[in-house]
């Protein structure tokens, strides 16, 4: 059974510094996203990764993707207080054939304070 | 594109009631997706279609849970003999299979049992 586990759950920062959010996921998966999350809202998406050694970039924001250590991140590079949200990993469930359904991890509450 | 469309965006019903939900998602998705998420916690699968075909259902779609999408365009969800254990947000996501666009979702419906 696919499972994805997100550190850190909660991360409360200083505006300017950097970070990087971990995300997990236990059997082998091709597609892995990251989207955002605001307070009463719905999700949007950030980045599609798609491949071992991906790398996307968005404003401050950069995700990877190590297919083989089952592994991605989601760097933040001097924080602002507009990126304050809940940010979540998820993991597609169909490896090797067309998209299945997602499977999430629990969210990283990202507070970024002045 | 105007985005996935879910009504109503707020239920509140008594326990014992029947809802029913509906979801409209982007014009040429092929995928129709449904997700329940709780709070503090990430989205949680429930079941998805493939044009009017429902390909897959959660062990967590129990049999007060039903879905259709007749048309291959709009789709349902209706949870019978509701209990205080289904409110949560419902979302639906939508995308277009093969195209390794990630799931678009729409705002959700929040559901609370009194």
């Known amino acids: 059974e696919l499972k994805v586990e997100q550190n850190p759950l909660f991360l409360s920062m200083q505006e300017g510094k950097n970070y990087t959010i971990y995300c997990n996921y236990s059997t082998t998966s091709d597609r892995l996203y990251w989207y955002r999350q605001d307070p009463g809202k719905s999700l949007e998406s950030l980045f599609v990764l798609l491949s071992n050694g991906a790398v996307k970039q968005e404003g401050r924001l950069m995700a990877s993707l190590d297919t083989k250590a089952r592994l991605s991140t989601l760097h933040i590079t001097a924080a602002v207080h507009d990126l304050s949200a809940t940010y979540f990993c998820a993991v597609d469930s169909n490896y090797g054939g067309s998209q299945g359904n997602l499977i999430f991890g629990k969210g990283t509450k990202l507070s970024v304070k002045p | 594109d105007t985005g996935v469309s879910q009504d109503p965006r707020h239920k509140i019903t008594k326990r014992g009631q029947n809802v029913t939900f509906r979801c409209d998602p982007i014009?040429?998705?092929?995928?129709l997706y449904w997700y329940r998420q709780t709070l503090g916690q990430g989205p949680e699968f429930l079941t998805y279609f493939q044009n009017e075909a429902q390909l897959e259902k959660s062990r967590l779609l129990s049999d007060r849970f039903s879905a259709e999408r007749p048309k291959g365009s709009f789709s349902t969800l209706e949870i019978q003999r509701t209990e205080q254990g289904d409110s949560a947000m419902y979302l639906c996501a939508s995308t277009l299979q093969g195209s390794n666009q990630p799931q678009h979702f729409g705002d959700g419906t929040r559901l609370s049992i009194l």
């Open positions: 014009s040429e998705h092929n995928r």
